[in-house]
């Protein structure tokens, strides 16, 4: 069968680069996956124009049967998955208006959550020398949290259930008007919370995968940079395409490379 490499949230922005790059350097079918079903095959015709073929599927992270689907789909068309890049995500404008008990709930539900929906679902199938990708950021480093939150993140023996736990903890001292007396960032981050949490679940299951009994298993996480996107409203010094550059290298990285890393600028870095 061939090999597959599957991109979520890839409709545009810097998922969109990424699959971009991917259908050029990767040997294998390429996955491009958007909630938006109309908004993910406009995407496809883009890039058919410029002579790739990557491939549709629709994918919404917050679906647990959209999840499921994507997974059936895999298994039946190619066997299991060669490389997961979890670019899928949200993030409130700065001047938004909304709750930070609102923005807290929304943007972990989706951006931990979700992508957690993922792994568990897709984690499994990931073939021998396979690569997971997980786009965290620069904002969300642990320097954020206060000492003590910092020793529970950065744990070698930290579980995916001791995670959740964590958020679900962050996300209720937020909407109890807690967060500052309990350590968590002031000014309230909840985007760079949502990626630190991607970060820590990459740990997770790096450890998870060198013990699956799979060869060559790698999952690193990794910022794209500042990119000029929606979500950045366009602001930032880089293209998508310049974005795309240190999350495709994770992609292809070959075996013996570092795996549980963050990764900046093509290089590990301190998170």
């Known amino acids: 069968m061939a090999r597959v490499a599957v991109v979520t949230g890839a409709n545009k922005g810097i998922g969109f680069a990424i699959v971009r790059r991917l259908c050029k350097d990767f040997d294998g079918d390429v996955i491009l996956t958007a909630r938006d079903a109309d908004r993910g095959k406009a995407a496809c015709k883009e890039l058919e124009s410029e002579g790739l073929r990557p491939r549709f599927h629709q994918l919404d992270l917050d679906d647990v049967a959209s999840v499921s689907q994507l997974k059936l789909f895999l298994e039946k068309t190619y066997g299991g998955l060669d490389v997961l890049v979890n670019n899928a995500g949200i993030a409130y404008k700065s001047k938004s208006t909304a709750p930070e008990s609102e ?31 997980n786009l965290g950021s620069f904002v969300g480093k642990l320097s954020i949290l206060q000492p003590h939150l910092q020793k529970k993140f950065a744990s070698d023996s930290l579980t995916e259930d001791e995670l959740t736990g964590l958020m679900n903890k962050f996300v209720q001292d937020v909407k109890d008007n807690r967060y500052g007396e309990e350590g968590w960032p002031v000014p309230f981050k909840g985007y760079g919370m ?31 940079g500042w990119v000029k996107t929606d979500m950045s409203s366009h602001s930032g010094p880089l293209s998508p395409d310049e974005g795309a550059e240190t999350p495709v290298y994770c992609a292809l990285l070959p075996p013996g490379s570092p795996t549980g890393e963050f990764f900046r600028k093509k290089a590990v870095a301190e998170w």
């Open 103 to 133: 923005q807290a709930e929304v943007t972990i539900r989706v951006n931990y959550f979700g992508t957690l929906n993922v792994c568990k679902a897709l984690l499994p199938i990931i073939n021998p020398h396979g690569r997971v990708v």
């Open 194 to 224: 949502s990626k630190l949490s991607i970060t820590a679940l990459t740990k997770v299951h790096a450890r998870q995968m060198a013990t699956c009994g799979k060869e060559d298993i790698l999952v690193n996480s990794c910022c794209p």
